[in-house]
């Protein structure tokens, strides 16, 4: 009798301790989530918005991307030093274009061709107080993409025109202008999607 009762209490212990640690490692894992910086670009309202074009006219198309995931850095305790250094993912389902048929063909005609473009990934270097360089990474190619940023109040805003062709991804595009030919012809009956996109994105803190 004198042995049961010393295993349960020895077992009552361990279980205790073990509930005890656990407690302990769900604390700790809750403040390291906190942040204590003052800006964070995770936080913040992120409005990514770009402009595509079709037709020899030159026909503006615009969209957003409505996710981003900041993977590293982003905070700081002014909006630019959040803004610098900060890494990014964007997945390619969150595009939108206020038409549902025209987002499949861009996901899966587009960027559903290049490779290893579920994503698009980068990270964010400010130059000075109005230019900036992210890296982007599509179609397994990295390259900079330059741009001017503002700062207004609690509101950061840059933008920056990129050439798709840049990421070799030609292919992607002739793939995207052979579904939608006919949407993408003009007056003069040609079919063409530019190769040029304009980029706005805001971040509000």
């Given amino acids: 009798m004198r042995k049961l009762f010393t295993i349960l209490v020895a077992t009552t212990i361990f279980l205790s301790c073990k509930s005890e640690a656990k407690k302990d490692d769900d604390k700790s894992k809750e403040e390291v989530k906190k942040s204590t910086a003052a800006f964070s670009v995770a936080n913040a309202k992120n409005d990514i918005n770009f402009t595509a074009y079709k037709t020899t006219e ?34 390619i389902n969150s595009l939108a274009t206020k ?9 899966k005609f587009f960027f559903g061709v290049m490779t290893n473009t579920k994503t ?22 990295t390259k900079d993409v330059p741009f ?10 840059m933008q920056a025109t990129i050439d798709i062709n840049t990421w ?3 292919a992607a595009l002739a793939s995207l202008n052979k ?13 063409k999607t530019w190769s040029d996109v304009a980029l706005n994105i805001t971040s509000t803190f």
């Fill in 168 to 170: 070799n991804a030609g």
């Fill in 99 to 107: 038409d549902t048929s025209r987002d499949y063909k861009i996901q």
């Fill in 179 to 191: 579904i939608c030919e006919v949407l993408h012809a003009g007056a003069d009956g040609v079919s």
């Fill in 120 to 141: 698009l990934t980068g990270y964010l270097t400010i130059k000075d107080d109005t230019n900036g360089v992210a890296k982007l990474t599509m179609n397994n190619e």
């Fill in 58 to 91: 030159k026909v503006a198309v615009g969209g957003e991307f409505t996710e981003i995931n900041i993977t590293s850095g982003g905070e700081g305790n002014t909006i630019k030093e959040a803004m610098n250094g900060a890494v990014f993912s964007i997945p």
């Fill in 148 to 157: 001017t940023y503002t700062i207004k109040g609690n509101t950061f805003n």
